[in-house]
């Protein structure tokens, strides 16, 4: 399970939608403090209060793809769901950002903004080699 490529990918999926999404702000405010995740549950529009969310359920698919080693095309639609779930994600990101009032509330965006790009590609890279498998299993089927 460990030793394929795929799973290494969706740990990284992972580790991206829950330890660094909690770790790094998604915004500086004009005093220099940093909106993490847990913080739009605090803010009044009800769109930003998804966005801990949908990080949530995306870390919840990756692992739930990782423990789906052994039936291929179930990982691989696990991890097409999670992508557009990321899609989704990175819509209200950008949403948001493109919302958001000049200088008067928040002046910076942090890192936080990307990690759902982030985990588009690793995602979408383990289904490559999720594939890559299946299609060389089926192949090896064909020779017996």
Known sequence: ?????????????LLLSTLLAL????WATDEGAGLFLMDFFRLDNLLFSAIP???????????????MFRQRMKQVLCNRFNIAINFLLLGIIVYGLLS????NQFSEKGIGVFIPIAVIVFL???N??????????KSVDRLR
């Not at 460990?2 to 290494?8: E, S, Y």
């Not at 969310?53 to 423990?67: D, E, K, N, Y």
């Open 1 to 13: 399970m460990l030793q394929r490529i795929q799973t290494i990918y969706l740990l990284i999926a």
């Open 23 to 26: 770790r790094v702000p998604f």
């Open 53 to 67: 969310v949908l990080f949530f359920l995306s870390a919840l698919l990756s692992l739930m793809g990782i423990m």
């Open 100 to 103: 958001l009032p000049g200088e």
């Open 124 to 126: 979408a890279l383990a």
């Open 128 to 137: 490559k080699a999720i594939l890559r498998d299946e299609k060389l299993v």
